[in-house]
């Protein structure tokens, strides 16, 4: 029995240590699976809403539901808000489908398109090139605002393809803009060129700074993520791209 109880003594004093050892490895490492896994959840957070957005959603809408995500048992929680300082973080233009595969595609003679264009920013150029077949008569009008009642701050016409026409930017006020497009010819059907999304002469598009920003803060697990959103040019619009201009771990 002595010499058992000195075995055991012996193997306690040898192996509680190492078993200590071993469990504060076991936990470390189970609390870096936990924190990875956290952080994956958190990421899938942030990754539905942009989803959203790129699906024209506008994820500060009242009637917007914030989607329920769980990555291998761990729910996010996600909070989207106006980022402060809106335009401080201003990034460059970009390419935008005026609809050109669906309602501008045909214009008959004497027959107008309008395209509404939300959340254009202050003193930045609005440039539009409309690319079509067969040459014919054409006005490109910019009103302030939604229809054609505001404020003209373009009336671009001509004969042939493409129309192109740019409001300055000391013009531009920002908020919503309506853009016109005309074929102002007495007879004859003209077919829309398709989008170019490198701002092609011989495609159609818009190059305009306009966007809606979104705070999106995701939260699982003790991990949180911080991302800034923005849907360009807008919730509800045809075609929108997203940009996450940045993102920061907390």
Known sequence: MPAVMVVLTVGILIIVPWMTFLSSSIDQIQDDTVGEEAYYAAEAGIEAVIKDLALGLDALDVGYTIPSVTVNGISATITISQPPGDDSLLFGPTLVDP??????????????????LPNVRTNTPLEINWAFAPDT??????????????????????????????????LVTGGTYTIRFTNTSEEGVIVTSGFSSTGASTGTWMKVSAFKSYLISSSAGGETLTALARQAPGPTQAQRSVQVSSRQDT
């Open 99 to 116: 609809e050109s595969s669906t309602s501008l595609l045909v214009l008959g003679p004497e027959v107008s398109f309008q395209y509404l």
């Open 137 to 170: 008569d054409w006005e490109l009008a910019v009103f302030e605002g939604t229809g054609a009642l505001g404020p003209q701050v373009l009336d671009a016409f001509g004969s042939t393809s493409p129309a192109n026409g740019i409001v300055p930017g000391n």
